[in-house]
């Protein structure tokens, strides 16, 4: 099971904050598609923030990431002002 947190007003979008994917192995995009397949809402760095196991993508293989089950991804939306 690679289970997914939504942070802020994404897992508002998306209708709950938590998720369980019930898959051995897939890609971070894939995982994107999967939780995002019945809403509008797009998900992709650098609005979002995405850590596999605590590791920002942009330092693994970016949504090319594989991950497996026992994983963690965390989507933290990245708010700015001025």
């Known amino acids: ?10 897992g508002t979008a998306l209708g709950k904050a ?6 051995d192995e897939m890609k971070v995009k894939e995982v994107l598609e999967v939780i995002t397949s019945s809403s509008k809402l ?17 330092a693994l293989d970016q949504e090319d990431t594989v991950v497996k089950s026992g994983d963690e991804i965390v989507l933290i939306p990245v708010s700015h002002g001025g």
Do not use: D, Q, T
């Open 1 to 10: 099971m690679i289970r997914v947190r939504a942070h802020g007003h994404i």
């Open 42 to 58: 797009k998900i992709s760095p650098p609005a979002v923030l995405i850590a596999v196991n605590g590791v920002e993508i942009s």
């Open 18 to 23: 938590e998720f369980e994917i019930y898959r």
